[in-house]
Nanobody, 121 residues
Framework: QVQLVESGGGLVQPGGSLRLSCAVS????????MGWYRQALGKQRELVST???????NYADSVRGRFTISRDNGKNTIYLQMNSLKPEDTAVYYC???????????????WGQGTQVTVSS
């Protein structure tokens, strides 16, 4: 069993900041790329940011320069520091990870349950 548990969402005013966390637990052999997606009401899920085990990062154009992804491999946890938040950042944010479970040969993606981020005055 593998679990991804997100935390840190909430309501924030425009221009404010939030920090999301995602902790992975379970019968894990290896964790590869991890990242964040988001889905706004009535829209498709979109990539926000990814980070490899080596720390290489990738960002959507809409968040580059405002969001920072980081990773603590010892804690199997990633973070998303979100600054200068805008109303259009309002969405459910989902954590994902590419994981090989103990005893498995295949790598597959696992997802968290999502955390709501609302940017509003």
């Amino acid at each position: 069993q593998v679990q991804l548990v997100e935390s840190g969402g909430g309501l924030v005013q425009p221009g404010g900041s939030l920090r999301l966390s995602c902790a992975v637990s379970g019968s894990i052999m290896s964790i590869y790329t991890m990242g964040w997606y988001r889905q706004a009401l009535g829209k498709q899920r979109e990539l926000v940011s990814t980070i490899t085990t080596a720390g290489s990062t990738n960002y959507a154009d809409s968040v580059r320069g405002r969001f920072t992804i980081s990773r603590d491999n010892g804690k199997n946890t990633i973070y998303l520091q979100m600054n200068s938040l805008k109303p259009e950042d309002t969405a459910v944010y989902y954590c994902y990870a590419l994981i090989r479970r103990i005893g498995a040969t295949l790598v597959r993606d696992y997802w968290g349950q999502g955390t709501q981020v609302t940017v509003s005055s």
